[in-house]
C-alpha cells in the first residue's frame, strides 16, 4: 500500500501523488457506500501499478474541509480581491475572512490590480489595510500583469497547501501564471454587462510551487453562513476574539449589552466601524437563517 496526496479529481478519476509520480487511481465502492467523497488535498493509502489504473482505500484524517472549493487539509488561502474592475469590497473580504477563521484556515490578503487604482482609491485602501494588520491578517497590494509585488506572496509558501479563492475577475489565474509562467492557466475577460469575470477555472487542481501545494480553485461570487452559530460568530473576527474575556457578561453578544469590551474598543476606534457593521450583519444573517 502506498501514500500520496490528490492533486486533482476529475470525472471519477483521483490523481494521486506521491514520490513515485502521479497515480490515475478510482475511489473503491466502500466510499459511495459510506457516502464519503475523496477531495483535493486528502491524503490517501492507495494501491497502483505502473501504466494501470489503481484504487484509492483509505483516506487518513482531514484537518479540515472547504466545500466551495471542495479541498481538504488546507493551511492558508490567499484571498484575493482587486482595487478595480471588479471593485474592492470589505464586506464580500470579511465574508471569506469569517469562513476561513471558521475553518482554521490562515487568510492572507492580497489586492491586485493596483495598476487601476487611482490616487483616492489608493488611498482608501491603504486604510483598509492598517485596520486589517491590525486585527492580525497579512495584506498585500501587488499587479499581476506586471509582477509587481509578488515576491511577497512566493515566501509564505512552502511547506504549505494553498488555495487562492476570490471573486470571479479579480486575476487569480493572472496572478498564478505571474508567480510561475510555465502554467499558463487560461484566463478570462471581464463580463462589463456583469461587472464581473468569466469562470475559466472549472476543477480544482494542486500545483507545485516554490515548496508547497497551492490551487487555483473556481471563482464565486457570494458565500452563505450554513455552516455557522451566531453565538460563535465573534470568534471569527480576530480583534473580538481577543476582548471576549473582558465583557461584563458571558455570551455577550455585543449588540446591547452592558459592560461589553468589543463596544468599547468600538467607541474607542480600536475596531474599524465597517468591520462590526459587518459583524452584525452576518449575526443578524444567520440568525434569520436558523430560524427557518
Known amino acids: 500500500m502506498q501514500e500520496g496526496i490528490i492533486v486533482k479529481a476529475l470525472s471519477g478519476f483521483y490523481y494521486v501523488e506521491n514520490d513515485n509520480g502521479i497515480h490515475e487511481c478510482r475511489g473503491r465502492g466502500l466510499f459511495r ?3 464519503i467523497s475523496p477531495l483535493v488535498g486528502d491524503h490517501v493509502f492507495f494501491e497502483a501499478e505502473k501504466n494501470k489504473e489503481g484504487y484509492v482505500y483509505e483516506i487518513s484524517d482531514r484537518k479540515n474541509i472547504l466545500t466551495r472549493p471542495p479541498v481538504a487539509n488546507i493551511d492558508q488561502a490567499f484571498l484575493i480581491f482587486s482595487a478595480e474592475d471588479p471593485a474592492f469590497s470589505t464586506l464580500l473580504l470579511d ?7 471558521a475553518k482554521d484556515v490562515e487568510a492572507i490578503i492580497v489586492v491586485n490590480k493596483m495598476d487601476l487604482a487611482n490616487e483616492e482609491r489608493k488611498r482608501e485602501l491603504e486604510t483598509h489595510r492598517s485596520d486589517y494588520e491590525s486585527a492580525g491578517y497579512p495584506f498585500y497590494f501587488v499587479t499581476g500583469t506586471n509582477g509587481k509585488g509578488l515576491e511577497q506572496l512566493s515566501a509564505h509558501l512552502k511547506d504549505k497547501l494553498t488555495i487562492v479563492a476570490g471573486q470571479s475577475g479579480v486575476g487569480k489565474s493572472t496572478l498564478l501564471n505571474s508567480l510561475d509562467s510555465s502554467l499558463s ?7 462589463t454587462h456583469l461587472g464581473r469575470g468569466k469562470h475559466t477555472t472549472r476543477h480544482v487542481e494542486l500545483i507545485r510551487m516554490f515548496g508547497g501545494l497551492i490551487a487555483d480553485t473556481p471563482g464565486f461570487s457570494s458565500l452563505d453562513f450554513q455552516f455557522a452559530e451566531e453565538e460563535n460568530l465573534d470568534v ?8 471576549l474575556p473582558n465583557c461584563k457578561f458571558r455570551g455577550c453578544t455585543h449588540r446591547k449589552e452592558p459592560g461589553c469590551a468589543v463596544k468599547a474598543a468600538l467607541l474607542d476606534g480600536e475596531i474599524a466601524d465597517y468591520r462590526y457593521k459587518h459583524y452584525v450583519q452576518f449575526f443578524e444573517e444567520i440568525s434569520k437563517i436558523r430560524r427557518y
Not at 465574508?95 to 477563521?101: A, D, Y
Not at 492557466?185 to 463580463?191: A, D, M, Q, R, V
Not at 471569527?236 to 476582548?243: A, L, N, V
Open 185 to 191: 492557466l487560461k484566463t478570462g475577460e471581464i463580463s
Open 95 to 101: 465574508r471569506f475572512l469569517v469562513h476561513m477563521e
Open 33 to 35: 457506500k459510506q457516502k
Open 236 to 243: 471569527c473576527f480576530p480583534e473580538m476574539r481577543e476582548r
